[in-house]
Structures are given as C-alpha cells and as structure tokens.
C-alpha cells in the first residue's frame, strides 16, 4: 500500500530524530511492501524564520491532507533562542497547539514500558522496580488550562495574570471512552488522574469518568489524585496499566513516567482524533544543547512511527516488526549516551552509538 506521511522535524534535534524513523519506515516499505511518501511540513521555529509564524494555513493544509503525521520536535532554548522574544501566540509552542486544536486531536497516548535491557537506567531502586512495569498515559489534549482564556492585565498597578481550566462533559468524555478502549487491549485498569479535592473541573471530570466506567464492566477502574499520582509513579509503578488524566496533569505526569524507563528519549507518543488520522511524535522536546551533535537517541520517533502504522494504518505486524527491531538492539547492547549507564561504558560487549548508526541498526533488523 501507498501511504503520503506529513512529516515535521521542527527545531533542535527534531531533524536527525525525525531521519532515522523515516530510514526505519522506508526499511519496512521494501521488505513488506508498501510505499511512504514523505512530505516536509514546516512547523515551529523553522517556520517563524522562513515565514514570521510558528504554523501557516497551507502548513495546517498540507497536514490535513496527510494519511498520518509524523514529528520530531519544536521549540528552542527558552532563555536565549529571538524565538522567545517573540509574544506567545508567536512562539514555536504555539504552532503546534493550533494544529492539535485544527487536527481535533484530543486524545493523546503516552506509553511507558521498563525495557530489561535499561532496568540499569531506570534511575529506581530495584525492589521498587520489581518486575517492571508497562503502562500507557491517556492525556487529554486540546482542552483545559492549555485552552482556557488567559490574560495579564494590571490592576491597581500591580500586573495580575490568570488561566482557566475548563472541561465538558463531552470532552471528559470522549477521552475516558478512549482511555478504557486502550484499557481493554491491555491489562484492563484505568487509573482516572484529578484533583478533585479542589477544582470543580476534576469533580465534573470523577462523574462522567463514573458513567463511562459503567459501559465497561470488564475494566477496573480507580480514581487518584494527581499528587498522590506522582508519588505512586516512583513508589510502585507497576500498578497502572492506564492513567486517563487530563491536558496539564498529563504533560507533567508523561515527563516523570518517561524518566523511569530509563531516558526521555525511549517514549513514543500519538495524538488522535476519532478517524484514523494521526500525528506521532517522541514525547522528548528539542534539546537544543545536543541539537546538530549525531547523539540524540532516535528510538522514542521510531517507536512513534510503529504506532502511526499501528492506529494510523493498520500494520500490526509491521509495527511490531519495528517495536522488535529496538528491542533487538538494545539486546545486542547498543547504547545512545542517554541510555548508556557508568557500569555499562566499562563492559567491552556495550557499544556506544550516535543517532544515525542506532538508525541504521534499527532499520536493519526490522
Ligand atoms: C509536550 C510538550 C508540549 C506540551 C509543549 C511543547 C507545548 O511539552 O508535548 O508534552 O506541553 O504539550
Ligand atoms: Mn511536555
């Protein structure tokens, strides 16, 4: 089959993660068959400089026409990138909070799963990591504080700034129909993530959480407070299967999961809608310190591309070609710096590689 993949390296090492997963797919194309085209779509700080704006239409065009999106990353140095400088509608985030808002991409899943060959990275202690664990975070996307109406005005001359979260039922509930759907392909548990203790949209969030809950009878479910959510991450994460939280409790709990696998640079993520449509992309940022060095680790855009074929195209048995491939590597010790522990660097059998060889090794064994 023919597939055309809008693709968008954005900024720092977006570029050279963004290559490896495409060398990874065209790996798969010719041993199974199918065609990807790949389209380069300029998004973030590449297209403020080419065009003054983080996202144009024809770039919100060009996206919609695609089969899938896949991404590597946006944005720069927060503190010394012009980028910054910029007012907040300007900036690289911005672009890719209107083409989630434009593509409705309200669900977005982030697994974390504890590869044997990293338990050495994992930076827990090993009773805690026990037998590891392997969980998915469904992350509400294109609503709450990330959405919400802000402003910073000055009252009484003092400047006062303010967000708002907001949620409907409609929106809480199509993401927690999502969250237990994933639940059932997996180990049937869905943790729903709120602070109910105090905001009201946690306590609307626990109620249509509850009606949903009632359609799947197979599922457990539990809820828990976010705070208590971040501490049970690093205490035990071996009791979730599916945390189904929403936009800002999401972004935050996805960052500590993704440490615990060992790096950053191991997590892949999909944005989705209700079609088929798609956009895939390492849960990491741009890490403009090591942009343009060869040593990011490629492995979180390449496992994003083996979901896209997955929730996008429907080759399970190409994805898992791919998800085998990574775990085949790592088993023949290959390492990225990130993933390369002080033990490791001393064992002659561990082999330290840059960005494009872990590709090629990957693209190699799919
Ligand atoms: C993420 C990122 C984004 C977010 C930023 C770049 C706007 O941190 O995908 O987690 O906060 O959603
Ligand atoms: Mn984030």
């Not at 989705?272 to 741009?286: A, R, V």
């Amino acid at each position: 089959m023919q597939f055309h993949v809008g693709v968008i390296s954005g900024d720092g090492i977006g570029p050279e993660i963004v290559r490896e997963a495409k060398k990874v797919l065209t790996s798969v194309g010719k041993k199974y068959g199918h065609t990807f085209e790949f389209e380069e779509i300029l998004m973030g700080g590449v297209s403020i400089d080419v065009h003054g704006v983080p996202l144009t239409d024809e770039a919100i065009e060009a996206a919609k026409a695609s089969d899938a999106i896949l991404m590597g990353s946006i944005g720069g140095n927060t503190t010394t990138s012009p980028w910054y400088q910029l007012p907040s509608d300007l900036r690289p985030e911005a672009g890719l909070l209107k083409l989630r808002k434009a593509l409705n991409l309200f669900a977005n899943l982030r697994p974390a799963y504890l590869y044997k060959e990293l338990r050495e990275s994992c930076p827990l202690k090993d009773e805690i990591i026990g037998s590891g664990f392997d969980l998915a975070i469904m992350r509400e996307l294109t609503g709450g504080l990330y959405f919400g109406e802000r402003e910073t005005k000055e009252v009484n001359g003092i400047l006062q700034a303010t967000d708002t979260l907001t949620y409907s039922e409609k929106e809480i509930k199509r993401i927690a129909v999502k969250a237990f759907e994933i639940a059932l392909k997996r180990k049937k548990k869905v943790t729903s993530v709120d602070k109910a203790n105090v905001l009201d949209s946690s306590r609307l969030w626990r109620g249509v959480v509850d009606e949903v809950a009632a359609d799947y009878p197979d599922v457990s479910y539990e809820h828990m407070l976010v705070d208590n959510c971040a501490m049970q991450l690093v205490r035990d994460p071996g009791q979730f299967d599916v945390i189904l939280t929403e936009n800002m409790f999401g972004d935050i709990l996805s960052d500590e999961a993704s440490m615990i696998t060992g790096s950053i640079g191991m997590l892949g993520s999909a944005s989705m809608n209700d079609t088929k449509f798609g956009l895939y992309e390492p849960s990491g940022g741009s890490a403009p310190d090591i942009a343009g060095k060869n040593i990011a680790n490629p492995i979180a855009t390449i496992l994003s591309a083996a979901m896209m074929l997955r929730f996008s195209f429907d080759l399970d048995k190409e994805a898992a070609a791919i998800e085998q491939a990574v775990e085949q590597v790592l088993k023949e010790n290959y390492r990225t710096v990130d993933i390369m522990t002080n033990k490791e660097e001393e064992k002659p059998q561990f082999e330290l590689v840059r960005t494009t060889q872990m590709g090629d090794l990957i693209a190699e064994r799919v």
